[in-house]
Protein backbone atom coordinates (compact mmCIF):
# COMPACT_ATOMS: atom_id res chain seq x y z
CA UNK A 1 0.00 0.00 0.00
CA UNK A 2 2.67 2.38 1.02
CA UNK A 3 4.88 1.86 -2.11
CA UNK A 4 1.37 2.24 -4.32
CA UNK A 5 1.19 5.95 -2.76
CA UNK A 6 4.57 6.72 -3.77
CA UNK A 7 3.87 6.16 -7.27
CA UNK A 8 2.12 9.36 -8.60
CA UNK A 9 4.82 11.18 -5.54
CA UNK A 10 6.98 9.97 -8.02
CA UNK A 11 5.44 10.79 -10.98
CA UNK A 12 4.87 14.58 -9.67
CA UNK A 13 8.58 14.81 -9.31
CA UNK A 14 9.79 13.03 -12.23
CA UNK A 15 7.92 14.61 -14.74
CA UNK A 16 8.75 18.40 -14.24
CA UNK A 17 12.43 17.22 -14.15
CA UNK A 18 11.79 15.45 -17.67
CA UNK A 19 9.90 18.56 -18.62
CA UNK A 20 12.56 20.83 -17.82
CA UNK A 21 15.59 18.13 -19.46
CA UNK A 22 14.10 16.65 -22.27
CA UNK A 23 12.56 18.55 -24.94
CA UNK A 24 11.31 15.16 -26.75
CA UNK A 25 9.73 14.52 -23.58
CA UNK A 26 8.10 17.57 -23.60
CA UNK A 27 7.19 16.41 -27.03
CA UNK A 28 5.20 13.43 -26.35
CA UNK A 29 4.15 14.85 -23.19
CA UNK A 30 2.13 17.75 -24.67
CA UNK A 31 0.57 15.70 -27.61
CA UNK A 32 0.01 12.76 -25.43
CA UNK A 33 -1.76 15.55 -23.24
CA UNK A 34 -3.33 17.19 -25.72
CA UNK A 35 -5.37 14.12 -27.83
CA UNK A 36 -5.82 12.80 -23.91
CA UNK A 37 -7.87 16.03 -22.71
CA UNK A 38 -9.40 16.49 -26.15
CA UNK A 39 -10.74 12.63 -25.48
CA UNK A 40 -11.38 14.13 -21.93
CA UNK A 41 -13.37 17.45 -22.88
CA UNK A 42 -15.20 16.13 -25.51
CA UNK A 43 -16.70 13.44 -22.87
CA UNK A 44 -18.25 15.78 -20.68
CA UNK A 45 -19.45 17.92 -23.86
CA UNK A 46 -21.16 15.18 -25.29
CA UNK A 47 -23.78 15.50 -22.26
CA UNK A 48 -24.22 18.87 -22.42
CA UNK A 49 -24.76 18.74 -26.18
CA UNK A 50 -27.49 16.41 -25.99
CA UNK A 51 -29.23 18.15 -23.20
CA UNK A 52 -29.17 21.51 -24.91
CA UNK A 53 -29.98 20.29 -28.62
CA UNK A 54 -31.15 16.40 -28.09
CA UNK A 55 -28.76 15.08 -30.92
CA UNK A 56 -26.98 16.38 -33.99
CA UNK A 57 -27.16 19.60 -33.88
CA UNK A 58 -25.09 22.71 -35.59
CA UNK A 59 -25.79 24.98 -32.33
CA UNK A 60 -23.60 22.23 -30.72
CA UNK A 61 -20.43 24.03 -32.19
CA UNK A 62 -20.84 26.98 -29.55
CA UNK A 63 -20.47 24.10 -26.98
CA UNK A 64 -17.53 22.98 -28.23
CA UNK A 65 -15.89 26.49 -29.42
CA UNK A 66 -16.27 27.31 -25.53
CA UNK A 67 -15.11 24.20 -24.18
CA UNK A 68 -11.51 24.13 -26.27
CA UNK A 69 -10.69 27.73 -26.22
CA UNK A 70 -8.71 27.74 -22.66
CA UNK A 71 -6.62 24.28 -24.75
CA UNK A 72 -4.06 26.82 -26.26
CA UNK A 73 -2.25 27.88 -22.55
CA UNK A 74 -2.13 24.58 -21.35
CA UNK A 75 0.18 23.75 -24.81
CA UNK A 76 1.44 27.01 -24.41
CA UNK A 77 0.33 28.87 -27.64
CA UNK A 78 -0.66 32.14 -28.55
CA UNK A 79 -2.78 32.67 -31.32
CA UNK A 80 -2.47 36.87 -33.04
CA UNK A 81 -5.50 37.22 -35.43
CA UNK A 82 -5.70 39.87 -37.72
CA UNK A 83 -8.35 40.46 -40.18
CA UNK A 84 -11.78 39.70 -38.22
CA UNK A 85 -13.80 42.42 -39.76
CA UNK A 86 -13.66 39.83 -42.88
CA UNK A 87 -15.97 37.10 -41.21
CA UNK A 88 -18.45 39.78 -40.35
CA UNK A 89 -20.23 38.72 -43.50
CA UNK A 90 -24.35 37.82 -42.96
CA UNK A 91 -25.58 34.86 -44.26
CA UNK A 92 -23.91 31.38 -45.02
CA UNK A 93 -20.31 31.24 -46.22
CA UNK A 94 -17.05 28.76 -47.17
CA UNK A 95 -14.06 29.27 -45.13
CA UNK A 96 -11.39 27.47 -46.49
CA UNK A 97 -7.74 27.46 -44.74
CA UNK A 98 -4.47 25.55 -44.46
CA UNK A 99 -3.99 22.47 -42.44
CA UNK A 100 -0.80 21.48 -40.78
CA UNK A 101 -2.00 19.48 -37.94
CA UNK A 102 -4.57 18.49 -35.67
CA UNK A 103 -3.82 21.81 -33.92
CA UNK A 104 -5.42 23.58 -36.31
CA UNK A 105 -8.69 22.47 -34.45
CA UNK A 106 -7.38 25.22 -31.87
CA UNK A 107 -7.34 28.49 -34.28
CA UNK A 108 -10.36 26.89 -35.54
CA UNK A 109 -12.07 27.09 -32.49
CA UNK A 110 -10.29 30.52 -32.09
CA UNK A 111 -12.58 32.66 -34.53
CA UNK A 112 -15.17 30.27 -35.46
CA UNK A 113 -18.49 31.73 -36.81
CA UNK A 114 -21.53 31.12 -34.85
CA UNK A 115 -23.69 28.63 -37.53
CA UNK A 116 -20.40 27.70 -38.90
CA UNK A 117 -19.00 23.90 -38.66
CA UNK A 118 -16.26 21.66 -41.02
CA UNK A 119 -15.46 18.86 -43.19
CA UNK A 120 -13.66 16.17 -42.25
CA UNK A 121 -12.52 12.93 -43.59
CA UNK A 122 -14.60 9.88 -42.31
CA UNK A 123 -12.08 8.30 -40.26
CA UNK A 124 -12.68 10.75 -37.82
CA UNK A 125 -16.25 9.65 -36.44
CA UNK A 126 -14.47 6.54 -34.93
CA UNK A 127 -12.13 8.46 -32.43
CA UNK A 128 -13.69 7.82 -29.61
CA UNK A 129 -15.49 11.09 -27.67
CA UNK A 130 -13.74 13.17 -29.82
CA UNK A 131 -15.64 11.11 -32.82
CA UNK A 132 -19.07 11.67 -31.51
CA UNK A 133 -18.47 15.00 -30.58
CA UNK A 134 -17.59 15.90 -34.10
CA UNK A 135 -20.78 14.10 -35.11
CA UNK A 136 -22.96 16.03 -32.39
CA UNK A 137 -21.35 19.39 -33.38
CA UNK A 138 -23.01 18.37 -37.29
CA UNK A 139 -19.61 17.52 -38.91
CA UNK A 140 -19.99 16.45 -42.37
CA UNK A 141 -17.99 13.19 -43.04
CA UNK A 142 -17.05 12.45 -46.34
CA UNK A 143 -15.07 9.46 -48.06
CA UNK A 144 -12.09 10.71 -49.40
CA UNK A 145 -11.70 7.54 -51.32
CA UNK A 146 -14.64 7.80 -53.16
CA UNK A 147 -14.83 11.20 -55.22
CA UNK A 148 -18.42 10.34 -56.32
CA UNK A 149 -19.44 9.88 -52.68
CA UNK A 150 -17.79 12.91 -51.58
CA UNK A 151 -18.99 15.26 -54.38
CA UNK A 152 -22.54 13.95 -53.67
CA UNK A 153 -22.08 14.40 -49.82
CA UNK A 154 -21.14 18.10 -50.73
CA UNK A 155 -23.80 18.66 -53.19
CA UNK A 156 -26.20 17.81 -50.14
CA UNK A 157 -24.11 20.37 -47.96
CA UNK A 158 -24.27 23.00 -50.54
CA UNK A 159 -28.18 22.74 -50.01
CA UNK A 160 -28.30 22.57 -46.54
CA UNK A 161 -26.33 25.71 -46.10
CA UNK A 162 -29.04 27.70 -47.90
CA UNK A 163 -31.72 25.58 -46.76
CA UNK A 164 -30.60 25.68 -43.11
CA UNK A 165 -28.04 29.14 -43.00
CA UNK A 166 -25.12 27.34 -42.16
CA UNK A 167 -21.03 27.88 -43.11
CA UNK A 168 -18.89 25.73 -43.64
CA UNK A 169 -14.78 25.38 -43.07
CA UNK A 170 -13.21 23.34 -45.79
CA UNK A 171 -9.82 22.37 -45.45
CA UNK A 172 -9.07 22.57 -49.29
CA UNK A 173 -5.45 20.76 -49.13
CA UNK A 174 -7.35 17.92 -48.20
CA UNK A 175 -4.65 16.40 -46.03
CA UNK A 176 -2.49 17.74 -43.46
CA UNK A 177 0.84 19.27 -44.47
CA UNK A 178 3.44 20.78 -42.62
CA UNK A 179 6.02 20.81 -46.17
CA UNK A 180 6.70 25.16 -45.19
CA UNK A 181 4.30 25.70 -48.52
CA UNK A 182 0.64 24.83 -48.77
CA UNK A 183 -0.50 21.53 -51.07
CA UNK A 184 -2.03 22.03 -54.49
CA UNK A 185 -6.09 22.81 -53.48
CA UNK A 186 -8.72 20.17 -54.49
CA UNK A 187 -11.80 21.11 -56.13
CA UNK A 188 -14.11 20.78 -53.41
CA UNK A 189 -14.61 23.87 -51.86
CA UNK A 190 -15.18 25.84 -54.51
CA UNK A 191 -17.47 23.77 -55.98
CA UNK A 192 -18.92 23.95 -52.78
CA UNK A 193 -19.24 27.56 -53.29
CA UNK A 194 -20.28 27.92 -56.34
CA UNK A 195 -23.25 25.44 -56.41
CA UNK A 196 -24.28 27.51 -53.44
CA UNK A 197 -23.41 30.96 -54.81
CA UNK A 198 -21.93 31.83 -51.11
CA UNK A 199 -19.11 33.62 -50.67
CA UNK A 200 -15.52 32.17 -49.84
CA UNK A 201 -13.56 33.45 -46.69
CA UNK A 202 -9.39 32.22 -47.17
CA UNK A 203 -8.44 32.28 -43.35
CA UNK A 204 -4.09 31.57 -43.17
CA UNK A 205 -2.41 29.74 -40.47
CA UNK A 206 1.14 30.40 -39.90
CA UNK A 207 3.84 27.70 -40.05
CA UNK A 208 3.83 26.20 -37.14
CA UNK A 209 7.26 25.09 -37.77
CA UNK A 210 8.76 27.98 -35.18
CA UNK A 211 7.36 25.72 -32.16
CA UNK A 212 6.54 22.62 -33.57
CA UNK A 213 9.24 20.31 -35.59
CA UNK A 214 7.83 16.90 -35.95
CA UNK A 215 10.97 15.29 -37.30
CA UNK A 216 13.02 16.82 -35.04
CA UNK A 217 10.46 16.28 -32.05
CA UNK A 218 10.20 19.41 -30.52
CA UNK A 219 7.01 20.95 -29.11
CA UNK A 220 7.98 24.58 -27.70
CA UNK A 221 5.95 27.47 -26.68
CA UNK A 222 4.65 29.17 -29.77
CA UNK A 223 2.72 32.22 -31.33
CA UNK A 224 0.63 31.34 -34.63
CA UNK A 225 -0.94 34.07 -36.36
CA UNK A 226 -4.65 33.57 -38.13
CA UNK A 227 -4.77 35.85 -41.20
CA UNK A 228 -8.62 36.26 -42.59
CA UNK A 229 -8.53 37.68 -45.83
CA UNK A 230 -11.44 39.47 -47.85
CA UNK A 231 -14.05 36.98 -48.57
CA UNK A 232 -14.28 36.22 -52.41
CA UNK A 233 -17.76 36.78 -54.04
CA UNK A 234 -19.19 33.67 -56.51
CA UNK A 235 -22.42 35.18 -57.50
CA UNK A 236 -22.98 34.16 -61.29
CA UNK A 237 -20.22 31.72 -61.41
CA UNK A 238 -20.58 28.26 -62.62
CA UNK A 239 -18.93 24.79 -62.48
CA UNK A 240 -16.62 26.50 -65.24
CA UNK A 241 -15.26 28.96 -63.13
CA UNK A 242 -14.34 26.42 -60.39
CA UNK A 243 -10.74 26.81 -61.27
CA UNK A 244 -9.67 30.04 -61.65
CA UNK A 245 -11.32 30.35 -58.55
CA UNK A 246 -9.25 27.88 -56.80
CA UNK A 247 -6.19 29.34 -58.51
CA UNK A 248 -7.17 32.75 -57.17
CA UNK A 249 -7.85 31.67 -53.74
CA UNK A 250 -4.41 29.51 -53.62
CA UNK A 251 -2.28 32.31 -55.30
CA UNK A 252 -3.75 34.72 -52.26
CA UNK A 253 -3.41 32.22 -49.24
CA UNK A 254 0.19 31.05 -50.45
CA UNK A 255 1.20 34.89 -50.41
CA UNK A 256 -0.39 35.22 -47.12
CA UNK A 257 1.07 32.47 -45.83
CA UNK A 258 4.80 32.78 -46.75
CA UNK A 259 4.25 36.73 -45.14
CA UNK A 260 3.03 35.71 -42.00
CA UNK A 261 5.05 32.66 -41.37
CA UNK A 262 8.35 34.87 -42.66
CA UNK A 263 7.56 37.44 -40.19
CA UNK A 264 7.08 34.99 -37.20
CA UNK A 265 10.50 33.74 -38.59
CA UNK A 266 12.23 36.95 -38.12
CA UNK A 267 10.88 38.07 -34.77
CA UNK A 268 11.95 34.17 -33.46
CA UNK A 269 15.08 33.81 -35.07
CA UNK A 270 15.45 30.67 -37.95
CA UNK A 271 13.41 27.93 -39.19
CA UNK A 272 15.33 25.11 -37.81
CA UNK A 273 15.02 21.75 -40.82
C1 LIG B 1 -15.16 19.70 -26.53
C2 LIG B 1 -13.95 18.94 -26.99
C3 LIG B 1 -13.85 18.82 -28.41
C4 LIG B 1 -12.72 18.07 -28.90
C5 LIG B 1 -12.53 17.99 -30.36
C6 LIG B 1 -13.25 18.94 -31.14
C7 LIG B 1 -13.14 18.78 -32.60
C8 LIG B 1 -14.04 19.75 -33.20
C9 LIG B 1 -14.19 19.82 -34.61
C10 LIG B 1 -13.07 20.27 -35.42
C11 LIG B 1 -12.93 19.41 -36.58
C12 LIG B 1 -11.81 19.70 -37.39
C13 LIG B 1 -11.73 18.62 -38.38
C14 LIG B 1 -10.60 18.74 -39.26
C15 LIG B 1 -10.59 17.63 -40.20
C16 LIG B 1 -9.99 18.03 -41.47
C17 LIG B 1 -10.02 16.95 -42.46
O1 LIG B 1 -10.50 15.88 -42.27
S1 LIG B 1 -9.26 17.36 -43.95
C18 LIG B 1 -9.70 16.04 -44.96
C19 LIG B 1 -11.08 16.07 -45.43
N1 LIG B 1 -11.43 17.23 -46.18
C20 LIG B 1 -11.29 17.33 -47.49
O2 LIG B 1 -10.76 16.44 -48.11
C21 LIG B 1 -11.83 18.55 -48.17
C22 LIG B 1 -11.09 18.90 -49.37
N2 LIG B 1 -11.22 17.89 -50.42
C23 LIG B 1 -11.97 18.06 -51.52
O3 LIG B 1 -12.63 19.06 -51.60
C24 LIG B 1 -11.90 17.07 -52.67
O4 LIG B 1 -12.12 17.78 -53.83
C25 LIG B 1 -12.90 15.89 -52.64
C26 LIG B 1 -14.33 16.37 -52.68
C27 LIG B 1 -12.66 15.07 -51.38
C28 LIG B 1 -12.63 14.99 -53.90
O5 LIG B 1 -11.34 14.53 -53.86
P1 LIG B 1 -10.43 14.27 -55.17
O6 LIG B 1 -11.13 13.40 -56.11
O7 LIG B 1 -9.09 13.79 -54.70
O8 LIG B 1 -10.30 15.77 -55.61
P2 LIG B 1 -10.31 16.70 -56.87
O9 LIG B 1 -9.08 16.46 -57.69
O10 LIG B 1 -10.48 18.03 -56.29
O11 LIG B 1 -11.61 16.35 -57.73
C29 LIG B 1 -11.69 15.41 -58.80
C30 LIG B 1 -12.70 15.92 -59.84
O12 LIG B 1 -13.98 16.08 -59.25
C31 LIG B 1 -14.43 17.44 -59.35
N3 LIG B 1 -15.15 17.76 -58.10
C32 LIG B 1 -14.64 17.80 -56.85
N4 LIG B 1 -15.59 18.12 -55.95
C33 LIG B 1 -16.71 18.30 -56.65
C34 LIG B 1 -18.03 18.67 -56.28
N5 LIG B 1 -18.35 18.93 -54.99
N6 LIG B 1 -18.92 18.78 -57.24
C35 LIG B 1 -18.61 18.56 -58.54
N7 LIG B 1 -17.37 18.20 -58.97
C36 LIG B 1 -16.44 18.08 -58.02
C37 LIG B 1 -13.19 18.25 -59.53
O13 LIG B 1 -13.45 19.46 -60.18
C38 LIG B 1 -12.31 17.31 -60.35
O14 LIG B 1 -12.71 17.34 -61.68
P3 LIG B 1 -11.84 18.17 -62.78
O15 LIG B 1 -12.55 17.85 -64.05
O16 LIG B 1 -10.47 17.65 -62.70
O17 LIG B 1 -11.97 19.60 -62.38
C1 LIG C 1 -10.49 5.11 -29.94
C2 LIG C 1 -9.90 5.84 -31.07
C3 LIG C 1 -8.74 6.68 -30.69
C4 LIG C 1 -8.40 7.69 -31.74
C5 LIG C 1 -7.55 8.78 -31.21
C6 LIG C 1 -7.45 10.00 -32.12
C7 LIG C 1 -8.34 11.07 -31.64
C8 LIG C 1 -7.81 12.46 -31.80
C9 LIG C 1 -8.15 13.15 -30.56
C10 LIG C 1 -7.91 14.39 -30.24
C11 LIG C 1 -7.32 15.41 -31.07
C12 LIG C 1 -8.22 16.55 -31.10
C13 LIG C 1 -8.48 17.15 -32.41
C14 LIG C 1 -9.26 16.29 -33.30
C15 LIG C 1 -9.58 16.78 -34.63
C16 LIG C 1 -8.44 16.86 -35.61
C17 LIG C 1 -8.65 16.05 -36.81
C18 LIG C 1 -7.57 16.13 -37.81
O1 LIG C 1 -6.75 17.00 -37.90
O2 LIG C 1 -7.68 15.11 -38.65
C19 LIG C 1 -6.71 14.95 -39.63
C20 LIG C 1 -7.29 15.14 -40.99
O3 LIG C 1 -7.72 16.43 -41.06
C21 LIG C 1 -6.33 14.88 -42.14
O4 LIG C 1 -5.79 13.68 -41.91
P1 LIG C 1 -4.69 12.99 -42.86
O5 LIG C 1 -3.37 13.57 -42.49
O6 LIG C 1 -5.06 13.31 -44.29
O7 LIG C 1 -4.87 11.55 -42.55
Known amino acids: MDVLW ?3 LLLLMIIPLLMCTSSTFVFYFKKFFYVAWMMVLALIAIPLCILKSGGRDIENMRIIRFMVRHVKYLLGLRFEVSGWEH ?7 VVISNHQSSLDVLGLMEILPDRCTTIAKKELVYA ?5 ICWLGGIVFINRKKTSDAKSVMADAAKTMLDDQIRLWVFPEGTRNQNGDLLPFKKGAFHLAV ?3 VPIIPVVFSSYSNFYLRKEKQFK ?23 SLSDKS ?3 MRAAFLDISDSITRS ?4 RH
Do not use: C, H, W
Open 6 to 8: MIP
Open 87 to 93: LQTEGPY
Open 128 to 132: GTVGL
Open 195 to 197: QAQ
Open 221 to 243: SGVIRLKILPKIETKGMTSDDVS
Open 250 to 252: FDL
Open 268 to 271: NGPV
